[in-house]
């Protein structure tokens, strides 16, 4: 990179930072305003967020070598899964959210839990989730890490502390005011950064028509949408996941719709989110199918991307696509994290401390609760190839280990399972987990059934339990 890219990156962090100090100063006077905006977020505003806080770095390394190894798959099973279950959410699942932040005044994803089911069942879940948290956050910073070093040499070590360090002030400043707000300027970076990636690899390709006829001159099997491992029976579980997920399972998603005024809004914003989902990242993947016909057979199609722009693009156009990059990231862990703060400070330290509920509700605390949270992820991810890398990390996991969490939160928005009490909650979560330990440990699964069955007997057993209790009536509908 040349030296106008290191300022064009200077200036995005100058960006990032002067947002949080911003909204410290102008927009943040207690924890409402931190965790929910005070209930104000607009639904344009918040349906941007939803989107970009959905995605990282990741995009460009794990998902671009199998962009690169795999080809049009992983829009199908990603992408097309995630729009889908929006889609489909947007009608009953998303509004619920705003429904219970109007009726219970709640501030965080699992404060509601405690009055619909009980206060273990509302503990667990919120222990596990945080838990979970700190492996897919740390996952996104190795992910950065890996390409600023595919562009600039830099140390992955180094890396991971610079991202996570911009990370860890401008949230711990500014909440989710200047999370959103950063959301909104890292869109318009990543619009004009994968705009301009696309007509470059177009051009390259030798115009339009070239390149809509790239797929016979492909490696076989790129221009399958359901190519081994990722198959049809993986694409439905991930449709799963990714309903379960991306309509608040995924707790910084929740706090998305959590935020809004009214059910209206929500449904608005997550249609907003879908439709985005649906367009974007075929911008984004369309350069890095190309990848194997201009870089056959390299090595690491981890740094693929990074290969791809230094080749192909200008100085000062490098460190616009690696600043877009960086947006990808710092939108999703700057997010989770203000959400995992909700969490600890709503609902574990309260627990933890039951008469200092008050101190321990304070700004003061709200923020180093918040850097702490941040600077442990950092640690993980110093030491992520113990868990697999990167892409280890994301789906061997995360998206794993959230089915059995999310099922008895999501399940529990919904009349229909008024009947599940804490008892099928507890059961659920721990079958989920078992599953989890048997396919990933002691049996040769396929990749679709590691997976899916954790959350296919989470739900089950959800469902089984429920049914069969006779004691204790039905829950009030939330």
């Not at 931190?34 to 349906?47: E, I, S, T």
């Not at 690899?201 to 399958?224: C, R, T």
Request: charge should be positive.
């Amino acid at each position: 990179m040349k030296t106008i890219d290191y300022l064009v990156i200077a200036l995005f962090f100058s960006v990032l930072i002067g947002t949080g100090i911003w909204a410290y100063f102008r927009k943040v006077k207690d924890s409402g305003d931190f965790f929910v905006a005070g209930g104000k977020l607009p639904w344009w505003l918040a349906g941007i967020s939803h989107h970009v806080s959905g995605y990282s770095g990741a995009v460009f390394v794990a998902y671009a070598a199998l962009a690169y190894t795999h080809g049009i798959s992983v829009y199908v099973w990603w992408a097309l899964t995630i729009f889908t279950g929006l889609m489909i959410g947007s009608f009953f699942m998303a509004p619920a959210w705003v429904r219970l932040r109007i009726k219970y005044n709640i501030q965080s994803p699992t404060e509601y839990l405690l009055k619909r089911y009980n206060r273990s069942t509302q503990q667990l879940i919120a222990w596990s989730g945080v838990i979970l948290k700190l492996f897919d956050i740390a996952a996104k910073w190795a992910a950065i890490a890996i390409l600023l070093n595919g562009f600039t040499g830099l140390p992955v070590v180094a890396g991971i502390l610079l991202a996570g360090g911009i990370s860890l002030v401008y949230i711990s400043l500014g909440g989710i005011w200047a999370d959103v707000w950063n959301d909104l300027f890292q869109f318009v970076i990543q619009l004009v950064a994968g705009i301009t990636m696309l007509l470059v690899v177009i051009s390259h390709l030798g115009g339009w028509h070239e390149a809509m006829n790239i797929w016979d001159k492909l490696p076989e099997g790129n221009s399958d949408p359901f190519r081994a491992p990722y198959g049809i029976w993986f694409v439905l579980t991930f449709l799963v996941l990714n309903f379960l997920s991306y309509n608040g399972g995924t707790w910084n998603l929740a706090t998305r719709f959590i935020s809004q005024p009214s059910p209206g809004s929500v449904k608005k914003s997550a249609r907003l989110s879908a439709m985005l989902y649906l367009l974007w990242p075929a911008v984004l993947f369309f350069p890095m199918w190309c990848t194997p016909l201009f870089f056959p057979g390299i090595d690491n199609p981890e740094n693929s991307y990074a290969m791809l722009a230094l080749e192909f693009l200008p100085p000062g156009l490098i460190g616009l696509v690696l600043a877009s990059m960086f947006a990808n990231t710092l939108t999703m862990t700057s997010s989770d994290a203000n959400t995992i703060t909700a969490v600890l400070n709503r609902d574990i330290f309260p627990f933890l401390f039951p008469g200092r509920r008050d101190r321990i509700r304070t700004l003061r605390v709200i923020r180093i609760t918040s850097a702490t949270f941040l600077a442990l992820t950092i640690i993980i991810a110093l030491n992520a190839d113990h868990f697999g890398g990167v892409l280890g990390l994301i789906i061997s996991w995360f998206a794993a280990l959230i089915g059995p969490v999310s099922i008895p939160m999501m399940m529990g928005l919904l009349p229909v399972f008024n009947r599940m009490d804490h008892r099928a909650a507890l059961l659920s979560i721990g079958a989920g987990f078992l599953t989890f330990l048997i396919t990933k440990f002691m049996v040769d699964a396929p990749l679709a059934a590691e997976i899916g069955s954790p959350v296919a007997i989470a739900f089950l057993v959800y469902c089984t339990t429920g049914i069969l209790a006779r004691a204790g009536g039905r829950k009030e509908s939330v």
